[in-house]
């Protein structure tokens, strides 16, 4: 397993690969840490899962998702994935997006475990990380910098594979398009987020604008972060 791959120069759309990859028709779908929930309406829009249960940590961000409304399909929960709340062996696929690093370290392997119990035998696990690289993840690290956390998430999905609680089916590798039509959207997204308390200083937030700005066009700022997934099975 590797944690990078810096040749890689494929973009795509993960939920759009995702739907290609993985087996949705009448699936049980879990999706640890859905955040917005954008990419769980968008999976549920397509009919093909027959349920996805959304989990959401953040306090704040959950009560927004209660606020949608009624979306058929889809049940939100808050909850961690070190502890989920679904019995043993009840869900096809486990969806993590960019959320296995924010897992507090010392529960990373408990959150992996867990994801070993709900999956059925043969059930699928999709982990998918961003690599600590790309010009948004310079901006991203002077005032979050998450080199720490995402190497630790690696080497927990490395010890649940050499455990055998779950087994790696392939890696794959590519780049996401992330825009911003300006450094106010930026900030809005990525820097007054709920789930994190961002504390810039005056001189630290004028820092990560003119970082920002050396990419800003008139058409606006558009990165190509590169990701990681692990493809994970469980063991039939």
């Not at 709340?85 to 959150?111: C, Q, T």
């Not at 927990?156 to 106010?184: I, K, M, P, Y």
């Not at 008139?218 to 972060?225: L, Q």
């Amino acid at each position: 397993m590797k944690i990078a791959d810096p040749a890689c120069t494929d973009v795509c759309n993960e939920v759009r690969l995702m739907q290609d990859e993985l087996p949705f028709d009448g699936a049980r779908v879990l999706e640890l840490g859905c955040g917005r929930a954008e990419k769980t309406r968008m999976l549920a829009a397509t009919g093909r899962p027959r349920e996805i249960l959304a989990l959401e940590v953040d306090a704040v961000q959950h009560a927004r998702n209660l606020e949608l409304g009624e979306l058929p399909g889809i049940r939100f929960h808050r909850g961690g994935a070190e502890a989920i709340p679904a019995a043993d062996g009840s869900v096809d696929i486990v969806l993590m997006l960019k959320s296995l690093h924010h897992v507090p370290v010392e529960l990373m392997d408990r959150a992996l475990a867990e994801i070993a119990r709900v999956l059925r035998p043969g059930g699928l696990a999709w982990i998918s990380e961003p690599v600590y690289a790309g010009d948004l993840n310079d901006v991203m690290r002077l005032f979050h910098d998450e080199k720490t956390v995402r190497e630790a998430a690696f080497a927990a999905v490395c010890r649940a594979v050499e455990g055998g609680s779950l087994r790696l089916v392939r890696q794959l590798f590519f780049n996401t398009r992330s825009h911003f039509d300006d450094f106010a959207q930026f900030d809005a997204r990525m820097i007054r987020v709920t789930h994190t308390d961002h504390r810039l200083s005056p001189e630290l937030y004028a820092e990560v604008q003119a970082r920002f700005a050396a990419q800003l066009t008139p058409a606006g700022a558009t990165f190509y972060p590169p990701q990681r997934v692990d493809l994970l099975q469980k063991p039939a």
